[in-house]
């Protein structure tokens, strides 16, 4: 079938989604909402919206729900039409991915902004997939639909079908000159990361469509590290083979830390003990196959296929990432595993993550500093004391060692059983204030690029804190960062994935040093580096 060439001053709309029908179903109503601010805004200035695929009344949604669905759409579409893609919610990139690649006209990518539904996540995985396919789009977000900031983006794109963001924030380090001893530091490391090799244990690749998070071979090789591809299935034999006993013993050991578990009765609804126990297997598991492979950090992708089979992953990626966590030996008891070590888990088995925990971790071992490390979402934020604080949320990997109280500060609660049919427990606290390093390493051009910079860590009152649990994920870990010299609109122009990187340093002068450092590592393993915001030089 010929497309049709929409009239003039029309654009189509599309809108990905997640792959489970129950999400859909729930996240819909903001999805509708969105769309019909965009409508207004797009009549203010004359233009028109065409949605390229109908709601579904059988399923109550209008989502591509699918690869397939999302190619179905796309063949009927007029391949040089301006093409908005509108994201209320989390979405699959996949879904959309393959139409993107070959769309011709001008793409813009719309993103609404509230924690409780994170279209602006969705978006920026979006976004980065994008980069990385090589497909030339343009990025708008807001609230309101009706601010300054996206009505002019929206009438330039409108004009030229193109968006121009501010991203004075950003240095390229090729352009610059790091201390000699920070340079000579981070050379070093790199240098033997490289010589030495390591491993990254991925159970199974591509998780929820986020094909940013996927390290090509001839891209990760040059650094020195290399995948072993395990199956999630594996792991699941694996966790049929620890006992209750061994399990048991996990638990135990949590609780006398003073981890808080808040069980209920009901299988479908809360927590229960059975569930914890699903999971401490599953940490066993996971740390023996580590061992048997030689892995030095692994990433259990959970979306899809073992949330079918297992409570969530989440409990176990926080422990893994912890130094202080409970002890794991051989089948035969004989030997300890990664003794005195965590063991870094990259959430959702996201590659740009795990290269960017493992350098981390270890490089701050080397430097003497805390070495746990993990990714969160980059998922909201808001103003407070005239400051812009962001939301970093995650589902699993955070360590308790980030958090207010260490393990005594923390508690696990069931995971929404919209997304996590079986349940299992989170690791939830509140991370401490200080100083941190955050990054992100992500695909463009065909190459490893990554960004770098330095943030705060604040404590906010114990009410804004709950509030801002209230407006996004309650059961989930949280951490209140304002990024310096970085503005809200400069970090979502930029920022390429839904995921950011985040290690605590003694204080703001080693956070600064460590950054340099980090920077030239990064840069001898091959890597595009780029320092972003207020990043010293010296001192």
Known sequence: MKPTKLPPKTAYLIASGDLRLSANQVCWPAQQKMEAALAKAFAAQGWKIQRAHPIDRATGHGFINSQKMGMEVFRHLDPDSQLIVAEAVWQYSHHVLAGLTTHRGPILTVANWSGMWPGLVGLLNLNASLTKAGVRYSTLWSETFADAFFRDGLAEWLTTGNVTHDQSHVRDLA????????????????????????????????????????????????????????????????????????????????????LQFKFGPNEETDLTEAQVRQQAKMYIAAVRI????????????????????????????????????????????????????????????????????????????????APENTLHDLRWGGDFDGEYVWVLLISGAAPPAHFIGGWKGASSERQPPMYFRLGGGTLKGVSKPGHIVWSRVYISGGRLHADLGVAEVVKLPEAETARRWRETTPQWPIMHAVFKGVSRDQMMARHKSNHIQVVYAPNEKQAHRATRIKAAALAELGLEVHLCGDVRLGG
């Open 175 to 258: 352009l610059l000159k790091l201390p000699a001893e920070d340079e000579r530091l981070g050379r070093d490391f790199g240098r033997r990361l490289r010589r030495e090799k390591a491993i990254l244990g991925v159970f199974d690749e591509g998780c929820m469509g986020m094909f940013n998070a996927i390290i090509p071979d001839e891209l990760l090789h040059p650094t020195g590290l290399f995948k072993e591809r395990l199956s999630q299935s594996t792991l699941y034999a694996a966790m049929r083979t620890v006992s209750d006993a061994e399990a048991d013993k996990v638990i135990a050991w949590l609780m006398k830390r003073g």
């Open 290 to 369: 580590a061992d048997e492979f030689g892995c030095a950090a692994i990433g259990i992708q959970y979306q899809q296929g073992l949330k079918d089979l297992a409570p969530a992953s989440d409990l176990v990626e926080g422990m893994l990432n912890n130094v202080d966590r409970p002890p794991v030996f051989t089948h035969d008891g004989q030997r300890e595993l990664f003794q005195g070590e965590a063991l870094p888990h990259f959430n959702e088995v996201d590659e740009c993550a795990g290269l960017d925990g493992l350098v981390t971790y270890r490089l701050w071992r080397e430097l003497g500093m």
